[in-house]
């Protein structure tokens, strides 16, 4: 009997122990299920960060859309989904487990996805009034924080910073950074307006040293969780007639337009080392391609979401399941997301006056609109810095990293 009992525990331990190592190593699932009428395709990979991507289906009603949040890898999260057509919307609000709302209402108008926050709240007034009763409240996918000025030209909207997000943003001497603490971080002892060979990537912001007069050896280097500064130095003297073609993860690429060299600065290892010599030039889109020295010259750059699916636009951006397109119009650039398996289905997401400004950091997308820094999520557009500044020079860029 005692000899069954120890069995039986260690074959409990065992079961155990091998379920715990399948959740660990799990990867995600793609599952389909129904919720009421609807049809629902629900995909979970892991390695994105507790991503889970949706697809409703009902009748000739299709949407799409994605939320961050961790169910410790479960499946089958949407418990209820609240339906209701109105004139020439159809609008749609998942419930998720645990009576969670953890996206905005959507309604789909001539395959256009609109968040109810922008649209006219008087013509959805009978859908919003229904969604009461699952605590739904519109208000809460509005920005109503307060701003605080922090010097004459800046202000922060504190109330709106994220967890474990890190921004950085340039100033004339060095950077201001915004994260766990307040920083202020000088970099040069006199005012540099314009630092063209400057860059931010992963947690690291990089310029050349401005100090010199044409050429120059030394890049610092700051890291903008914590403000730590280092310099790495090249063995060459560099041009200031140069450009940051762009970067891969850490390391950084540089164009000397002199030389006719480029350059790969790996923050990692601290080092400057020739890339490639004018005969065998590279630029990246997605994967290394060849360049001619003419493109390079004419300061080619990087472009690591190339995709050429979808044409007619300012710039289309692939990233993960989705196109991010940009549609030009008057002074600014109105941004909606696509799927990839169904492009003609756009939701609106904002605009930006900065093609340049755009950060994608899994389900949050930081951007420049006017002299202001913001960025969209699944609960909407958020101000995070506004900079007067930007309104005489908008080369002053800003970096973001989530740890």
Not at 244 to 256: K, M, N, Q
Request: aromatic letters at 18%; hydrophobic letters at 30%; glycine letters at 4%.
């Amino acid at each position: 009997m005692k000899y069954l009992f120890k069995t039986l525990i260690i074959f409990t331990v065992a079961f155990l122990a091998l379920k715990f190592i399948f959740f660990l190593f799990d990867t995600g699932h793609t599952v389909n299920y129904n919720v009421g009428n609807f049809k629902v395709t629900e995909e979970l990979k892991t390695k994105d960060n507790n991503n889970y991507y949706f697809e409703l289906e009902h009748e000739n009603f299709k949407i799409n859309f994605q939320i961050n949040h961790n169910y410790n890898k479960a499946e089958k999260v949407i418990d209820e989904i609240e339906y209701k057509n109105i004139d020439d919307y159809q609008c749609i609000l998942p419930i998720f487990k645990n009576n969670q709302i953890l996206t905005d209402a959507m309604c789909l108008n001539d395959n256009n996805i609109i968040y109810a926050h922008d649209l006219d709240k008087d013509k959805i007034s009978s859908f919003l009034k229904e969604l009461k009763k699952y605590g739904y409240d519109i208000n809460n996918y509005n920005d109503d924080a307060s701003e605080v000025k922090i010097s004459n030209t800046q202000s922060i909207y504190k109330d709106n910073f994220l967890e474990n997000h890190y921004i950085a943003m340039e100033t004339y001497k060095g950077l201001n950074l915004f994260g766990a603490t307040e920083n202020n971080v000088k970099i040069f002892e006199d005012d540099v307006y314009t630092k063209p060979i400057s860059f931010f990537t992963d947690r690291y912001y990089i310029v050349a040293d401005y100090t010199d007069e044409y050429t120059f050896k030394n890049f610092h280097v700051i890291n903008i969780i914590n403000g730590n500064k280092t310099d790495i130095r090249s063995y060459d003297d560099i041009s200031f007639d140069s450009y940051i073609e762009g970067a891969i993860g850490s390391d950084i690429y540089l164009f000397d337009k002199d030389a006719s060299k480029q350059y790969k600065i790996s923050i990692e290892n601290e080092s400057v080392e020739e890339f490639h010599d004018k005969n065998h030039l590279q630029t990246y889109n997605g994967k290394w391609e060849d360049m001619s020295l003419s493109e390079a010259l004419n300061e080619i750059k990087f472009n690591n979401y190339y995709t050429d699916d979808i044409k007619g636009y300012a710039k289309v951006d692939k990233v993960g399941k989705y196109y991010y397109i940009y549609e030009k119009q008057n002074n600014h650039y109105n941004v909606y997301r696509a799927d990839i398996q169904n492009k003609k289905i756009k939701t609106y997401l904002f605009q930006t006056t900065d093609l340049d400004s755009v950060i994608y950091l899994d389900d949050t997308i930081y951007y420049i609109n006017g002299n202001t820094f913001n960025y969209y999520n699944n609960f909407g557009n958020r101000k995070v810095i506004k900079n007067t500044e930007l309104e005489f020079n908008p080369d002053l860029s800003f970096g973001v990293y989530k740890r």
